[in-house]
């Protein structure tokens, strides 16, 4: 199994899932709920978490079954 790979699309994943909890944000300041910082800093750190994966490790082109099997089941349980 190639671990880089496998994390380097996690992180991938840890930022798309990230950007997509930007758009709760103006509807919180619209309803005065209080829960903007929350989604705002929820974001952020997954943003960080997501870039340092991307970053650290490096893509790799040939990704098997295993990788798969790894990418979809740490993207279950950890995201």
Known sequence: MRIGGVLNLLGKLLIILSLMLLTPIPF??????????TFLLCSLLGLFAGGMLLFTFLPDQDLGY??????????????
Do not use: N, P, R
């Open 28 to 37: 919180s300041f619209y309803f005065h709920d209080g829960m903007t910082g």
């Open 66 to 79: 295993k990788d798969g099997f790894a990418i979809v089941t740490f993207s279950w349980i950890g995201l």
